[in-house]
């Protein structure tokens, strides 16, 4: 097959992409789930919406969609004294994942991981603003609960926007990570929670209800490539300590356009815009996941953790 005739299919085939899915390799509008699961990996340093395939040495079921989707997956692992699945759903709009993972502390960072979302093309239009810059202020609601017990256990969600395939700075006026926990610094916009286990406090929880908002570069009347990630992972603090010290975690999270969008220029709001996008989705509304997708992946999840158990 020629290289344009291959460029050709990839248009129209999102699964094109690489096996071990990323946001820079997304045709748009679309996205993909990655759902893994692993004795060990390279302790989850790595972004929602990177490739997590290679640091990971374990089983990954990825997915893709074009358009609205929606796609969902599982994934699950044992070895001896460990057990970690993961499960997940994504749609263009919303994401919904969850993970667990059972490790002794010396363990090389089990765990269950899920990564995925959806990218798109946006325009922002507003008569009489044509070629003015401004800021997109995007509003994203997540919710869920996560755990970890033992000496070592910790878990983690992430949500994140990409513009032009590139991360975006945190400097941008009306970006809020909302009560983000994150324990490292950044300069572009995350949205991060966290919870951790250690041999003096053994058994944490962090539940999260609230909304989150992003601050997007846009021109008026020219189209950007706009994504939002998520990354779930229930795995391990850090590798080591001493015998019978254990790593327990899980969490169940979903992330979705909450509605509300608004628009600044030049530090005013700008009223009466509108948003073309090329999925069709409209970016100003809220992208709620029906409740029975929700219970399926939970079902889902359950299921699957029961099987490694046994």
């Not at 509008?29 to 972004?47: I, M, R, T």
């Amino acid at each position: 097959m020629s290289r344009l005739a291959h460029i050709a299919l990839c248009a129209l085939l999102p699964l094109c992409a690489q096996a071990a899915p990323r946001q820079l390799d997304i045709v748009r509008p679309g996205g993909f789930l990655n759902v893994c699961a692993a004795p060990s990996g390279g302790g989850g340093g790595f972004w929602a919406g990177d490739d997590i395939t290679s640091p990971i040495a374990g089983a990954c079921n990825a997915h893709y969609f074009a358009q609205g989707g929606p796609v969902s997956g599982t994934a699950s692992s044992s070895a001896p004294s460990i057990s970690n699945n993961a499960a997940g759903t994504a749609h263009m709009g919303w994401v919904q994942m969850g993970a667990e993972n059972h490790s002794p502390a010396e363990t090389w960072f089990a765990h269950g991981t899920v990564n995925g979302g959806y990218s798109d093309t946006l325009t922002v239009n507003l008569a009489g603003h044509e070629g003015e810059s401004g800021h997109l202020l995007l509003r994203v609601a997540v919710a869920g609960t996560m755990w970890a017990t033992g000496e070592t256990g910790a878990a983690g969600f992430q949500v994140l926007p990409y513009v032009n395939k590139g991360m975006v700075s945190a400097a941008n006026p009306g970006y809020d990570d909302g009560s983000s926990n994150h324990l490292w610094s950044t300069d572009q916009q995350v949205a991060d929670w966290g919870v951790g286990s250690d041999a003096s406090d053994p058994d944490n929880s962090l539940a999260v209800n609230e909304v989150v908002t992003f601050s997007l570069p846009v021109v008026i009347g020219q189209g950007l490539e706009v994504g939002l990630y998520s990354r779930a992972i229930a795995g391990q603090r850090s590798s080591g300590g001493f015998p019978g010290w254990s790593a327990n975690s899980g969490l169940a999270f979903t992330s979705f356009l909450a509605g509300g969008a608004s628009l600044v220029l030049s530090g005013q709001d700008a009223p009466g815009f509108s948003i073309a996008s090329a999925s069709g989705l409209d970016w100003t509304a809220a992208a709620v996941p029906e409740p029975g997708v929700w219970a399926l992946m939970l079902a889902g999840l359950a299921v699957v953790a029961l099987q490694r158990r046994r």
